[in-house]
């Protein structure tokens, strides 16, 4: 299994990214696909995941209503779209997969991750 995530950069606040992870390597219908963030010296966080077979999505709350999961199975692609960005959002952004997981479980497989920066 191979999770590529792409889409970070440097952005002012109030602005928007979308974050990519391309999935390979299995059929992804019964994983869970989740985003986590990452900031020096602190544990890595659930950001927001989805199920990929139903879409239901599940989000931490200092991003409700800003950032928004999805997913595309024609491309095996899972989505993090970021809006009204905040410097607290400063991170580097992880995607990563568990087969019939959930936002409580630690992912079996991990991408890279992508750095996102606010600036304020």
């Known amino acids: 299994v191979q999770l590529q995530a792409s889409g970070g950069g440097l952005v002012q606040a109030g602005g928007s990214l979308r974050l990519s992870c391309v999935a390979s390597g299995r059929t992804f219908s019964s994983y869970y696909m989740g985003w986590f963030r990452q900031t020096p010296g602190k544990e890595r966080e659930f950001v927001a995941g989805i199920t990929w077979r139903d879409g239901r999505s599940d989000y931490t709350d200092s991003v409700k209503g800003r950032f928004t999961v999805s997913r595309d199975s024609a491309k095996n692609t899972v989505y993090l779209q970021m809006n009204s960005l905040a410097p607290e959002d400063t991170a580097t952004y992880y995607c990563?997969?568990?087969?019939?997981?959930?936002?409580?479980?630690?992912?079996?497989?991990w991408g890279q991750g992508t750095l996102v920066t606010v600036s304020s």
């Open positions: 990563g997969a568990r087969q019939y997981g959930s936002r409580w479980s630690t992912p079996d497989y």
